[in-house]
């Protein structure tokens, strides 16, 4: 009897799990987690340790440009703000997600932010 396909959210969630196995956020170096929807995409600064989330910035508030734009924004955002809460170096989590288009694009803008991952 063949198995029954799997829904894509179902295969994304379990990539998420087995990528999260490995990756886990400390206080010294926080995990960068990226959330993508059909219309939005958000970041969020982790700290595993204490189950926290530290950060998060979402592309909700930007009006202007197509969503790779708004992704490369929010990427900028997260950035500056970890830098004024004292973050330099994160652990980059794609969430199960391709690391291609949007996601690619957050992290590209965390990078030219300047953080290190």
Known sequence: MPAIPKSREQ???RRHLRVRKRVKGTAERPRLVVFRSLKHITAQIVDD???RTLITVG?????SGKK???SLEVGKLI???AKDAGITKVVFD???YKYHGRVKAVADGARQGGLEF
């Open 11 to 13: 295969q994304r969630a």
């Open 49 to 51: 340790v204490q189950g």
């Open 59 to 63: 592309s909700t508030g930007i009006d």
């Open 68 to 70: 790779a734009e708004k």
């Open 79 to 81: 950035a500056a703000k």
């Open 94 to 96: 794609r969430a199960g």
